[in-house]
């Protein structure tokens, strides 16, 4: 069983930028694949990115190309998600995901792919 603990939401301004953090108690990030998932009230959770880390592969909705960026930290703990540029309709709980796997491309978007989530941590965007 792994732990994943998400942190660093919060409210914004339109245009704003926050950093979500992404730790797995007891583990390390050192292969498989962690993704980052958000739901907006009375929305079904949909796919935001995700890194493969064996490869550090990074894979965006296109939503959020280009305004987000996913990493990993060198101690390999600590999965982010940089979000600039903030957009009312980034508002919605963020959670993380991960798996021992290293997901292939196509499924990276599903959340069934994913054996382990955090608890999510909520971000407002204002306009």
Same mark, same amino acid.
């Given at each position: 069983? &792994?732990?994943? &603990?998400?942190? #660093? ?22 292969? #498989?694949? &962690? #993704? ?74 599903? #959340? ?16």
């Amino acid at each position: 069983q &792994v732990q994943l &603990v998400e942190s #660093g939401g919060g409210l914004v301004q339109a245009g704003g930028s926050l950093r979500l953090s992404c730790a797995a108690a007891d583990r390390t990030f050192s292969s #498989g694949t &962690v #993704g980052w998932f958000r739901q907006a009230p009375g929305k079904e959770r949909e796919f935001v990115a995700a890194i493969r880390l064996r490869e550090n592969s990074q894979h965006y909705q296109d939503d959020v190309k280009f305004r987000f960026t996913i990493s990993r930290n060198s101690a390999r703990d600590t999965v982010y998600l940089q979000m600039n540029n903030l957009k009312p309709e980034d508002t919605a709980v963020y959670y993380c995901a991960a798996t021992s796997s290293r997901l292939i491309v196509s499924r990276l978007w599903s #959340g069934e792919s994913y054996d382990y989530w955090g608890q999510g941590t909520q971000v407002t965007v204002s306009s």
